[in-house]
């Protein structure tokens, strides 16, 4: 059984009028038949019904983000099967995030990187004798890949379709790096991240200068710059350039941590990276300039208080492209947004 999460909303319908991916089009459905049989001669078990389904294996991208899009659906998942097992598949970076989630019986940290193909050879025969009756692949656009790993892993049953939860030493070393900024519980935070390991252009490093400067003054905010530890030359640099005072917090919290320090922020702003996720996952409202390489379909706001910052459409572009609609967004229009959906914390329930 294969279904795909989002359904129509997730085509690209240009596509369709491309010519050069009618022959692929059509060579995929001459083969559809081969494809199946091959699935079928790998597997060597029949589908089965889902009320007999014990043990299911949850598959996508392994970035941060993708991890954390995926945790809403946990519990309606945990309620259509309260009988089965659920294993998450995912890699050692982004497993910490779903630590004690209770709607998770095994986090298993067994992928290398974010491939579906990269398995740490180590733990490649646990992964077949744990024998999963079922593979829910979460990501609807480029699913082949765990289609294929569900296939190589015998799975019969395949179908495609955040949230962290932090203990208390997450919320300790959060309020413990707080203190440390000099902040108090009255103090304002607007949080910015400037990175990102996508494949895409940024924001130029005037503009978020710019910004910090005005968001600092219309909200009367301290400024920190989050990132990892290999951000911090690059993160001081902006900083400098803001002309306001500004903290960098380059390194120095886990990633449950920086969830927690998140949560207790006014406002993020930060571009459509892991940091846009983890900042849903806590509560906060978000401002964020979308990664123009992707489709626009994938990247788009999912939550009532994230904002995205770039208002023309389009997706998939040329970096020339991308720089010019990134050049086109301004540091005050920016800067109205965060200081807007600031306005929006004090009225949003704390969970």
């Not at 970096?319 to 929006?344: C, D, F, H, I, T």
């Amino acid at each position: 059984m294969t279904t795909h999460g989002q359904g129509s909303r997730m085509l690209n319908h240009r596509a369709f009028g491309q010519w050069h991916n009618i022959p692929l089009a059509i060579f995929s459905e001459w083969i559809a038949g081969g494809l199946a049989a091959y699935a079928r001669r790998r597997v060597r078990c029949d589908p089965t019904p889902l009320a007999e389904w014990k043990r299911i294996l949850i598959t996508g991208d392994n970035h941060v983000g993708d991890a954390l899009i995926r945790t809403p659906s946990l519990p309606t998942l945990r309620k259509a099967f309260p009988n089965a097992e659920l294993f998450f598949l995912t890699s050692p970076s982004s497993a910490p995030l779903l630590e004690h989630n209770p709607y998770l019986d095994h986090v298993l940290t067994y992928a290398a990187s974010d491939s579906p193909f990269d398995i740490i050879p180590k733990h490649w025969q646990h992964l077949c004798d744990l024998a999963f009756d079922a593979s829910l692949i979460s990501n609807p656009v480029k699913y082949w890949p765990y289609l294929k790993l569900a296939i190589d892993l015998g799975i019969p049953n395949r179908a495609s379709l955040p949230q962290v939860f932090l203990e208390e030493r997450d919320v300790a070393e959060a309020d413990e790096a707080w203190r440390s900024l000099g902040f108090s519980h009255e103090t304002t935070v607007a949080t910015f991240f400037c990175t990102t390991r996508q494949p895409a252009e940024l924001w130029p490093v005037e503009r978020w200068a710019a910004c910090m400067g005005l968001v600092r003054r219309k909200l009367r905010a301290e400024i920190v710059l989050a990132g990892t530890a290999a951000d911090r030359e690059h993160l001081t640099i902006v900083a400098g350039q803001s002309g306001v005072s500004c903290h960098v917090l380059a390194g120095a919290l886990t990633l449950r941590g920086l969830t927690a320090f998140l949560s207790k922020a006014a406002v993020v702003v930060c571009p459509d990276s892991g940091a846009h996720h983890l900042a849903n996952a806590a509560n906060v409202p978000v401002v964020f300039l979308r990664n123009l390489a992707f489709r626009q379909e994938e990247v788009v706001a999912y939550c009532e208080t994230d904002r995205d910052a770039i208002e023309a459409p389009g997706g998939r572009l040329t970096r020339p492209r991308q720089r010019e609609l990134l050049r086109a967004v301004s540091a005050e229009y920016v800067s109205n947004l965060a200081a807007a959906q600031a306005g929006l914390k004090a009225s949003r329930p704390s969970r």
